[in-house]
């Protein structure tokens, strides 16, 4: 600052003044010597240290998410929903990636709450104990989003997934499959996915459905190729599966794709369902059966959520914590 002031010709606090933008500043700064002002931090590539006045003020201007995949299509989408309704705010969007990671989250909460966030928002309802404390401990909102955790935080917005799938298991049972396995990850890193393998065993379970046909494969999350990979050891563990319930439409692509290497008719060998309603579900051919989520909307709800409940904070209450449902849907297509 002092620089930029020594540039123009003018006080340190009247270049303060300038960027500040209060009714006291635009009486004192004239609007020409404040566009000569901003010219010249433009011309030395100053950006103003927002650190003290986050302080002052308690705002810091931006809020959290954390993601747990970055080649997943659903949370790219419910990445959009959020970014529309915080930037129309004024606030801005800081990202962090977990790889379904427990521990990266917790490091990487631990790093954002240094910065002040006004709100996160988090992907899923599993959170080491340090990372929980973390979060009470700071005092903003919290929104946890794609799951309905039995002890959420705060805030959530999600839906059951373990009732998802067994939904997709009595349609596809309604359709006449009798003999439906299940291809998910080899861990249950992926808290989501395990609770789809979980929602699977159940409806098998109360339908009377021959169980244990679950083929694990792969770390979370599970890729294309990976998906490819499960269906070929699926088929020569349980010859006569007449469908699958893939744990994303990812690996639904993947087995999809590896079905037709080898000449398998889909669905007249082998029905395949996915879970999300990922664009690739939507272009394949022949198209996936999925599980339809509005990604999308699961991101405009967080952060609503969140600007409500960080509006009430600033207005010096705490909404209650509220939990808003996203519905979800059989998306019936060719493949099944």
């Known amino acids: 600052m002092a620089d930029v002031a020594a540039r123009v010709g003018v006080s340190k606090m009247t270049v303060s003044r300038a960027l500040n933008r209060s009714v006291e500043s635009e009486r004192v700064t004239s609007e020409a010597l404040r566009q000569r002002i901003l010219q010249a931090c433009e011309d030395m590539g100053y950006v103003i ?8 003020s ?42 379904y990671r427990v521990e990266t989250e917790e490091r990487l909460i631990r790093a954002m709450l240094t910065r002040r966030p006004e709100g996160v928002i988090l992907t899923g309802g599993s959170h080491t104990t340090a990372a929980r404390s ?12 794609w799951d309905l955790p039995a002890k959420p935080i705060e805030h959530v917005v999600g839906f059951s997934n ?20 299940f291809i998910g990850g080899t861990s249950n890193r992926d808290t989501r996915g395990a ?9 098998i379970r109360e339908l009377g459905l021959p169980d244990g046909r679950v083929i694990s494969f792969g770390q979370p999350p599970i890729s294309m190729a990976q ?46 369902a996915g879970f999300g309603d990922f664009e690739v579900a939507r272009a394949a051919h022949p198209r996936i059966t999925t599980v339809a989520v509005n990604c999308t909307g699961i991101g405009r709800a967080a952060g609503e959520l969140l600007l409500s409940a960080i509006d009430g904070l600033r207005d010096g ?19 099944s």
């Open 49 to 56: 240290d927002q650190t003290a006045r986050t302080f002052s």
């Open 58 to 99: 308690k705002r810091s201007g931006f809020v959290a998410a954390l993601l747990p995949s970055l080649n997943n299509s659903n949370f790219s989408e419910t990445t959009q929903g959020l970014t529309e309704v915080v930037e129309a705010r004024g606030l801005q969007l800081l990202l962090g990636y977990t790889d």
């Open 134 to 145: 973390m979060l009470r401990a700071a005092g903003i909102p919290v929104v946890e989003t």
């Open 162 to 181: 373990a009732e998802a799938a067994a939904v997709m298991v009595r349609h596809l049972h309604a359709k006449g499959y009798r003999r439906i396995a």
């Open 195 to 203: 609770d789809r393998r979980r929602g699977y065993a159940q409806a």
């Open 227 to 272: 998906g490819g990979e499960a269906v070929v050891q699926l088929i020569r563990q349980w010859p006569d599966v007449d469908a699958v319930v893939c744990v994303s439409d990812l690996s639904a692509f993947g087995a999809l794709m590896e079905c037709q290497r080898r000449g398998w008719d889909v669905p007249g060998r082998i029905a395949i």
């Open 317 to 335: 209450h705490r909404p209650p914590a509220e939990t808003v449902l996203i519905p979800f849907h059989i998306e019936q297509r060719e493949s």
